[in-house]
């Protein structure tokens, strides 16, 4: 099992262009959630999905949109880049919802630098 | 909003001292999770606190939850070179969602 994979690993954009992080899980977890990590900031919540068909917002949703495609894959979307979304941004699915045996399990990251 | 804090930010310890790392929550949480993250790479789930008051361990390492269920602290006794990295906690609210604390960047020093 693969767990959760991230695509792309690295990505440059400039200000004003849209893109698409990938994010796919293979253990059957019913939630998914997207976070940023910046020094000294810990990790935010951009958004998450307790299960498919259903989208939330987190922490800092601003500038981003989120589509579950179905249970397995959870994309993340930058409309409109701009520099403070510069970040290192993690997929994490979690197996319950509701449930309190609900660990995290991460993807690799995605390190996205906007110029 | 929910927030959780944790400290202290960064930490030097000279090999096999121990180490404390603690979380605060501005609300009560339903159970507290605690991650460690090495350089370059993403975090790894260690462990889960549900009930007031809990204490667990593992090897080295032990975690508590507080009786009001708002703080929790991760300690190391005896650290090592392996522990190198930043530890993270992470509240769960009422919901779904999970709120991660600053995190603390441990470094031991051989």
């Known amino acids: 099992n693969a767990g959760v994979t991230q695509t792309p690993k690295f990505q440059v954009l400039k200000t004003g262009q849209s893109m698409t992080l990938q994010c796919a899980q293979d253990m059957n977890h019913n939630s998914m959630y997207w976070y940023r990590q910046d020094p000294g900031m810990g990790l935010r919540l951009i958004y998450y999905s307790a299960s498919e068909g259903t989208t939330d917002k987190g922490e800092v949703p601003n500038g981003y949109n989120v589509s579950r495609l179905n249970k397995r894959e959870f994309s993340l979307r930058l409309e409109s880049a701009a520099p403070s979304q510069t970040s290192v941004y993690f997929c994490?699915?979690?197996?319950?919802?509701?449930?309190?045996?609900?660990?995290?399990?991460f993807g690799n990251g995605t390190r996205l630098t906007v110029t | 909003g929910q927030q959780v804090m944790q400290i202290p930010q960064y930490q030097h310890v000279q090999e096999g001292e121990d180490f404390t790392t603690y979380c605060n929550s501005s609300?009560?949480?339903?159970?507290i999770q605690w991650y460690k993250q090495r350089p370059g790479g993403h975090p790894v789930f260690l462990i889960q606190?549900?009930?007031?008051?809990e204490v667990k361990k593992q090897k080295r390492l032990t975690f508590q939850f507080g009786e009001a269920k708002k703080n929790s602290s991760l300690h190391i006794t005896a650290t090592q070179t392996t522990d190198v990295g930043t530890y993270f906690c992470?509240?769960?609210?009422?919901?779904?969602?999970?709120?991660f604390g600053t995190g603390t960047s441990l470094t031991v020093i051989p």
């Open positions: 994490a699915s979690s197996p319950l919802t509701g449930g309190n045996n609900s660990p995290l399990h």
């Open positions: 606190l549900v009930k007031s008051g």
């Open positions: 992470a509240g769960r609210g009422t919901g779904n969602q999970f709120y």
């Open positions: 609300t009560t949480l339903s159970n």
